[in-house]
């Protein structure tokens, strides 16, 4: 039963295409990260996955928290969907890698696709799982795009 749910939540994650990979875009790494050098750059640009990555984790964090007593069932959705996420962004990112393969710009392309689509997930997590319908607080703030710490 589990499988087939998990099957079928990521055949719906997939097929919404609400995600996309910006990240194509050549000038990702200038646009984001300062530095001279493209290892520069792509350090700057881990380090904002990271960021990105570990904030993705507290948003789902709560939203499992959330439910996992009264309503276990949308616990193990939330917990589904962010498994069939991070299956879906493992692929798109290592496409857009794949793509820009014979260029200095792949490993940031890779990068700002990882850090956008955690950006993207962690609103839709705070959109469903962490607002009240209604004037309640949401549980955590509004997310925003990762910016660059330098």
Same mark, same amino acid.
């Not at 960021?51 to 949308?74: F, G, H, I, N, T």
């Not at 850090?115 to 993207?120: P, W």
């Given at each position: ?14 097929? /919404? ?14 646009? /984001?990260?300062?530095?001279?050098? /493209? ?11 990271? *960021? ?13 928290? $959330? ?9 193990? @959705?939330?917990?589904?969907? &962010? ?5 879906? $962004? ?7 890698? &794949? ?6 710009? $792949?490993?940031?392309?890779?990068? @700002? ?10 609103? /839709?997590?705070? *959109? ?21 710490? *330098?």
């Amino acid at each position: 039963m589990r499988r087939r749910t998990l099957r079928l939540l990521a055949a719906l994650f997939i097929t /919404t295409g609400s995600f996309h990979a910006a990240a194509a875009d050549s000038n990702v790494g200038a646009a /984001t990260c300062p530095g001279k050098t /493209t290892i520069e750059i792509n350090e700057c640009l881990e380090q904002q996955a990271q *960021r990105a990555q570990a904030r993705l984790d507290k948003y789902v964090k709560a939203a499992s928290e $959330r439910y996992a007593e009264d309503q276990p069932a949308v616990r193990l @959705g939330i917990d589904a969907s &962010e498994q069939a996420f991070e299956a879906y $962004r493992e692929i798109e990112c290592a496409t857009v890698y &794949e793509n820009w393969k014979d260029g200095t710009i $792949r490993v940031a392309a890779q990068l @700002g696709c990882m850090t956008e689509m955690a950006d993207q997930r962690t609103y /839709t997590v705070w *959109r469903n799982w962490l607002q009240f319908e209604d004037s309640t607080p949401p549980i955590l703030p509004e997310p925003t795009p990762t910016k660059s710490a *330098r």
